[in-house]
């Protein structure tokens, strides 16, 4: 069945970076464009970044843009997000989530990890 | 990129119905049919139960439903069982290769 694990969390001062990862199994990784979503403590979900299925094309969210990076390891079935010059309001649970293949929808999601931007 | 407005709570009592609304613009809803909804309970990951507006995946029960009329989308739950109670939010890729999610719902099962 499809896995998605995520790792790298923790606590980082402001200013910071941090970098996340996520470990795939179950499905056929380098078929799949994956996304980052996260989850500010007690919030609604807010999509990050995604990657496409070669980790050519990548896309953000505004609010990220220019601060945070996805890449993605095609043959180690991994994908990470690299976070810097990180702020309080990036505290949040962040999940790796697959997209359903050639959707547009995000179907399969991590149980997250908790990243906390606190001095 | 801002929220999808979905209404902070809804209610209902096992057996009936409860519809959800996501009000969007046309930029996201309106302007494309990949709206998804997922259900989250209190400290799980969400679990994907319509995509495509209206399209349900395998093992998600036909009580749950979605539909789109212009720039909102809804998600109705018909014969509402106690484990139906939790969060639910909505989804829509918004152009240019981004998403946007809805503020969440939470239902409560009366």
């Known amino acids: 069945q499809v896995q998605l694990v995520e790792s790298g969390g923790g606590v980082v001062q402001p200013g910071r970076s941090l970098r996340l990862s996520c470990a795939a199994s179950g499905f056929i990784f380098s078929s799949h464009a994956m996304h980052w979503v996260r989850q500010a403590p007690g919030k609604g979900l807010e999509w990050v970044a995604m990657?496409?299925?070669?980790?050519?094309?990548?896309y953000y969210a505004d609010s990220v843009k220019g601060r945070f990076t996805i890449s993605r390891d095609n043959p180690k079935n991994t994908m990470s997000l690299q976070m810097n010059s990180l702020r309080a309001e990036d505290t949040a649970v962040y999940y790796c989530?697959?997209?359903?293949?050639?959707?547009?929808?995000?179907?399969?999601w991590g149980q997250g990890t908790l990243v906390t931007v606190s001095s | 990129q801002s929220a999808l407005t979905q209404p902070r709570s809804v209610s209902g009592s096992p057996g009936q119905s409860v519809t959800i609304s996501c009000t969007g613009t046309s930029g996201d809803v309106g302007g494309h049919n990949y709206v998804s909804w997922y259900q989250q309970h209190p400290g799980k990951a969400p679990k994907f139960m319509i995509y495509d507006v209206s399209k349900r995946p395998s093992g998600v029960p036909d009580r749950f439903s979605g539909s789109k009329s212009g720039n909102t989308a809804s998600l109705t739950i018909s014969g509402l069982q106690a484990d139906d109670e939790s969060d639910y939010y909505c989804c829509s890729y918004a152009g240019s290769y981004t998403w946007v999610f809805g503020g969440g719902t939470k239902l409560t099962v009366l």
């Open positions: 989530a697959r997209e359903y293949i050639e959707s547009y929808n995000i179907d399969h």
């Open positions: 990657t496409s299925y070669d980790g050519i094309n990548k």
